[in-house]
């Protein structure tokens, strides 16, 4: 009936209408649209969904039947840029038309929140009681361990109670007693918390909590303006989003208290697990595909995306010659917490002049931190006297917007008599979904194992998986970590015709544990130091390097 294609990233719905685009010229007759944010759709500078503050709300229905009939008519692969041309046109909500055109298709390209998300998700085809003939493809599903967790999660936070109460002082009695009432609740789990608690019960405070959100309703109903009221309306979702969550709540869950740093105090409803929510959301449809390049080990990501472990699991042989890589491990050099000091700074940095000084070319450099990047950043201007007129860097900075992240991919296309040098962080935007084909990019050094920060959440998820199958660690840390470092690697070796070098900088990846979640494709490797890296990754170049096969 219809193919709804899911994706967490802008970059990533772009292949995936590239693709719809080639079976297209192989005579494919299937027409799609890729559903955008309504902030990203929206004409105005912020979304106001009333015909008095928007003019393409002002007699939307009157004219949007016409724009989806001529849209319907001539476009198959409808785009964002396509909604908008036809919406400005016929002076239609780009949005409210895209989900009207949604319903002639036969494929939706869209976030995940579209379909799993119990807020965002299309209510005209998910809604209580509703499914279809629906196939859902779930595109670089590794990330959806994460954002599964996030979807299914809410919080309470202490401060919002006070700024809200601040807020409606003077206006309604009823809302200050109970916003009141729910403070002192929260102060007295805040005394009693010096970093984090895992909690039993909260019933005494859901009961506030109930009472409050009804009140606030009506309060909401009868103040439809006054300052501020977005914060307080934004406090409003909050607490419906507690208490659903809360509604649901079962062994995949930790409630916690905790204090933050910065004095913040929250209360959470944590999943652990989100297999079965997703599942419930999954079976909406007929059938589901997760893939990724990443998904290893594939019984974490069984237990964790659908919770069955007789779930089909198809392992696809990489179609790249292996001569046309070359894979190496750093024996002498770590990224440890513990062994972060300046002369393992400065190895990293050997490592980076090393390999990036055998071939002018393009490189990607990722680190665990934008801190650790920051150390060995300072190193390489120390040494600029070594570096001169040989080398281009470039910085990923952080809050990058789209503009910055353009220009920044932008210089890998550039020509130059430099080699280029791009120092990145691991997990961030440029470690996955970019797409450095050819001679744009001809090799990446990846420092560290990825491991997660560590912090409430994780050790939360580690203590949780440790009591249910004693691979805390593996679950929060490990497995994580190296997806990460999958991910960054992968950004080399793009096309049959590629050829690249990957550098894993640390002495943990010879270890059993981290071996045993290298993808086939990464046998045999070559295990490296700073006296012979030059040589063989020269070597490789030269086409003189024995066994790379």
């Known amino acids: 009936e219809k193919l709804f294609y899911l994706t967490a990233k802008t970059i990533t719905r772009n292949v995936a209408e590239e693709t719809f685009e080639i079976l297209e010229n192989y005579g494919m007759y299937l027409r ?164 984090y608690v895992i909690l039993d019960s909260i019933n005494h405070l859901i009961s506030t909590v109930m009472s409050l959100f009804g009140e606030l309703e009506i309060f909401m109903e009868e103040h439809r303006e006054f300052e501020d009221r977005d914060f307080v309306l934004d406090f409003y979702f909050e607490l419906r989003d507690f208490l659903n969550i809360f509604e649901g709540i079962d062994e995949a869950y930790r409630i916690y208290s905790e204090l933050t740093e910065n004095g913040t105090f929250m209360i959470k409803l944590f999943c652990m697990n989100p297999a079965n929510y997703l599942k419930e959301c999954l079976e909406k449809g007929r059938a589901a595909v997760f893939f990724s390049a990443t998904l290893l080990p594939v019984l974490y990501y069984k237990e964790l995306l659908s919770g069955n472990l007789e779930d089909y699991a198809v392992y696809a042989e990489s179609p790249f010659p292996k001569e046309n890589r070359l894979i190496m491990v750093a024996e002498d050099v770590s990224s440890k917490y513990t062994r972060r000091n300046q002369r393992e700074f400065e190895k990293v940095m050997s490592y980076i002049l090393e390999v990036a000084r055998q071939k002018k070319g393009n490189y990607m450099v990722f680190f665990p931190s934008y801190q650790y990047m920051k150390e060995v950043l300072k190193i390489w201007d120390n040494r600029k006297e070594q570096t001169d007129n040989r080398f281009c860097i470039l910085r990923q900075n952080s809050n990058m917007n789209e503009l910055e992240k353009e220009q920044f991919l932008q210089e890998f296309e550039q020509k130059r008599e430099e080699t280029l040098v791009a120092f990145c962080v691991m997990g961030g935007i440029f470690s996955e979904g970019i797409d450095l084909k050819e001679d744009k990019l001809i090799g990446v050094m990846v420092v560290g194992t990825g491991l997660p920060m560590v912090c409430t959440e994780q050790n939360i998820i580690k203590e949780y998986f440790d009591e249910k199958n004693s691979r805390g660690f593996d679950y929060a840390y490990q497995y994580p970590g190296m997806n990460k470092v999958l991910q960054a690697a992968g950004r080399v070796i793009r096309t049959m015709e590629d050829r690249g070098v990957i550098v894993l900088i640390d002495d943990r990846f010879l270890q059993k544990g981290y071996q045993a979640l290298f993808p086939r494709e990464w046998w045999p490797y070559k295990i490296v130091n700073r006296n012979n890296v030059g040589q063989t990754v020269r070597q490789f170049w030269e086409g003189r390097l024995l066994d790379n096969r």
């Open 32 to 195: 799609t649209v890729t559903i955008t944010a309504k902030e990203k759709l929206c004409f105005l500078d912020s979304p106001q969904c009333n015909p008095d503050a928007c003019p393409y709300a002002k007699g939307h229905f009157d004219r949007v039947n016409a724009a989806v009939y001529e849209m319907i008519h001539k476009e198959f692969r409808i785009t964002r840029e396509k909604i908008l041309q036809y919406a400005k046109e016929y002076q239609v909500c780009p949005f409210e038309f895209c989900l009207d055109i949604s319903n002639w298709v036969d494929g939706i390209i869209c976030d995940y929140n579209y379909v799993f998300d119990p807020n965002a998700r299309l209510r005209r085809y998910f809604s209580e009681g509703m499914s279809g003939e629906y196939l859902f493809l779930i595109d670089e599903a590794h990330n959806l361990v994460s954002r599964g967790r996030e979807m299914y999660s809410a919080a309470l936070v202490k401060e919002h109670v006070l700024l809200v109460k601040k807020i409606v002082k003077g206006k309604s009695a009823k809302v200050s007693k109970l916003l009141d009432r729910c403070n002192r609740q929260l102060l007295e789990m805040k005394r009693e918390c010096e970093h």
